[in-house]
């Protein structure tokens, strides 16, 4: 088994897509990409719209030859959206042998309307061959019931977790969990997986209070208990507070705890949480932002037309 992270945020970009490969299966795991419209007032810096621009093209890449394409939920960072802004990864940007390979989607359950939206628009892209994965198991994928976007408080919808079990080892995606809810947990650990790629907690938010950073350390120690290696990365990556969280629990547990960068043995690249600097650092000049989406749109448009 290969597993290749394609985009997440210590890579520079908002995502969990990954392709999972062994043989002639090729599993492509939320192939959506978007960089924090905004953070601090300030639109993506130009050094994070290019790597953005080179994770699109990876996930089209992908998209020509993956054999099954898993949605864990519909939010613009794990999938493509017809109505994309310039920082995501548009249905016209996708290639024309996408609706050859099989596709797993989340249950449209518990749903914002916006959600609910996007998930109609898929289903209208790619008709019956839009599988409902939410509990089933189909060869070497599994997909959990639905779990909590984060905490249950927070209302924030579901997300679909995905087992897959090649050449004997089992790799685990916990899309967007937060570390926040105990039940995925208990489904990562029940799963018994070599690999696992999950959401750490969202540090950058203020409202994450005292009790919910106990619940996400304590989880990620029961995590370390059970998994040999564990990859923690997207909310957890958005501020740089995240690598002290990370370096924290390393030290507190005696164990190597990856991010996304780190796994792939890349240097991180925390270009959201690094923007104010890099404009400092890197001046953009006015108007380029606007510039850049025409540029956007206009290839769009020409890939579309053949």
């Not at 699109?56 to 864990?72: G, M, N, P, W």
């Not at 509990?135 to 976007?149: I, W």
């Not at 685990?172 to 029940?190: F, V, Y």
Request: charge should be negative; include cysteine; charged fraction near 25%.
């Amino acid at each position: 088994m290969h597993i290749e992270i394609i985009g997440t945020e210590s890579l520079g970009v908002r995502g969990m897509c990954c392709l999972v490969t062994s043989g002639e299966r090729h599993i492509l795991i939320d192939p959506g990409v978007s960089l924090g419209y905004r953070r601090h007032g300030l639109l993506p810096h130009p050094v994070q719209v290019m790597e953005g621009r080179r994770v699109r093209k990876r996930i089209q890449e992908a998209l020509e030859y993956a054999t099954d394409i898993v949605f864990s939920h519909y939010h613009g960072d794990h999938v493509p959206l017809n109505n994309a802004n310039p920082y995501q990864l548009s249905f016209m940007e996708l290639p024309a042998t996408v609706p050859s390979a099989r596709y797993w989607g989340a249950a449209p359950d518990d749903l914002s309307e916006k959600m609910m939206h996007r998930y109609q628009d898929l289903h209208e892209l790619l008709g019956e061959q839009l599988h409902s994965g939410s509990g089933r198991s189909a060869g070497p994928l599994t997909f959990s019931p639905p779990v909590v976007h984060g905490d249950p408080i927070d209302h924030a919808g579901s997300v679909m977790m995905t087992r897959v079990e090649l050449d004997g080892v089992v790799f685990a995606h916990g899309s967007d969990i937060q570390l926040l809810d105990e039940r995925a947990i208990d489904i990562l650990i029940d799963w018994e997986p070599d690999i696992l790629f999950a959401a750490g907690p969202p540090l950058y938010l203020d409202r994450l209070h005292t009790g919910q950073l106990e619940t996400a350390r304590h989880n990620a120690w029961r995590l370390l208990n059970h998994v040999d290696t564990v990859i923690l990365d997207h909310h957890l990556m958005r501020s740089c507070e995240g690598v002290s969280w990370l370096e924290s629990l390393i030290q507190e547990t005696g164990r190597t705890v990856y991010c996304g960068a780190a796994f792939l043995h890349r240097p991180k690249r925390l270009l959201e949480a690094e923007r104010e600097e890099l404009y400092r650092k890197y001046p953009v000049a006015e108007g380029w932002h606007e510039n850049y989406a025409r540029q956007v749109m206009l290839e769009r448009a020409v890939q579309t037309a053949h």
